[in-house]
């Protein structure tokens, strides 16, 4: 159901932002220092004085594959919901996210095509909604790219980025929740009336 994989998708969203507000702290405290020192010792770990850094790249390292798995935890939840709340397989899915240029718009218009199958409130807000989703990803992605060619700490992440990726997570979720979240049941006029206590 929708509905459950969506408490998924809160969840992976969640852990996402978490591993990566770690790395962008850790990046904040020792990751411009510690770049500068994994130079001087030109990457060799058997250099004099590299095993002064081992711990902060232990750290480090850590870090960065915790936010590979929860972003690919992340991923495979919002796959799987999409799948489910558009009514197509789980290969669409992905090959809409995945298959360029169909990636620029495919995952919008499953999106859409999941709101349209589902909910019945305001049309607008939900393409407004939508789209400040979209934009919002599309603008962390080139901030990501952008600082990895220009960063002088470890990955170039930073506060900036991750308030990008905040409010991309918050917006995704604001998504999942209008498509999947419980709609009052508007029985028909005949039923009503049916069970009203005048009828009787």
Same mark, same amino acid.
């Given at each position: 159901?929708?509905?459950?994989?969506?408490?998924?998708? !809160? +969840? #992976?969203? =969640?852990?996402?932002?978490?591993?990566? *507000? *770690?790395?962008?702290?850790?990046? &904040?405290?020792?990751?411009?220092?510690? +770049?500068?020192?994994?130079?001087?010792?030109?990457?060799?770990?058997?250099?004099?004085? +590299? &095993?002064?850094?081992?711990?902060?790249?232990?750290?480090?390292?850590?870090?960065?594959?915790?936010?590979?798995?929860?972003?690919?935890? +992340?991923?495979?939840? !919002?796959?799987?919901?999409?799948?489910?709340?558009?009514?197509?397989?789980?290969?669409?899915?992905?090959?809409?996210?995945?298959?360029?240029?169909?990636?620029?718009?495919?995952?919008?218009?499953? #999106?859409?095509?999941?709101?349209?199958?589902?909910?019945?409130? %305001?049309?607008?807000? @939900?393409?407004?909604?939508?789209?400040?989703?979209?934009? *919002?990803?599309?603008?962390?992605? @080139?901030?990501?790219?952008? %600082?990895?060619?220009?960063?002088?700490?470890?990955?170039?992440?930073?506060?900036?980025?991750?308030?990008?990726?905040?409010?991309? #997570?918050?917006?995704?979720? #604001? =998504?999942? @929740?209008?498509?999947? %979240?419980?709609?009052?049941?508007?029985?028909?006029?005949?039923?009503?009336?049916?069970?009203?206590?005048?009828?009787?």
């Amino acid at each position: 159901m929708p509905q459950r994989s969506a408490f998924g998708v !809160y +969840a #992976a969203l =969640t852990s996402q932002i978490a591993s990566l *507000a *770690a790395l962008v702290a850790f990046e &904040e405290l020792r990751g411009q220092d510690l +770049a500068l020192q994994i130079a001087a010792f030109g990457g060799d770990p058997k250099a004099p004085g +590299a &095993e002064a850094v081992v711990g902060d790249v232990t750290v480090f390292a850590v870090l960065v594959m915790a936010l590979v798995v929860t972003t690919v935890f +992340a991923a495979a939840a !919002y796959l799987s919901w999409l799948a489910s709340a558009a009514g197509v397989r789980r290969l669409t899915a992905t090959a809409a996210w995945l298959v360029p240029p169909v990636n620029l718009v495919g995952p919008v218009l499953l #999106a859409d095509q999941a709101w349209r199958e589902r909910a019945n409130g %305001s049309r607008a807000r @939900w393409l407004v909604l939508l789209t400040a989703w979209w934009v *919002a990803g599309l603008t962390t992605i @080139w901030l990501l790219a952008d %600082s990895h060619a220009s960063h002088t700490n470890l990955t170039g992440v930073g506060v900036r980025e991750l308030t990008a990726a905040g409010v991309t #997570a918050l917006l995704c979720a #604001a =998504t999942v @929740w209008e498509v999947s %979240s419980p709609r009052t049941l508007r029985l028909p006029r005949q039923v009503i009336a049916a069970l009203s206590p005048s009828s009787k």
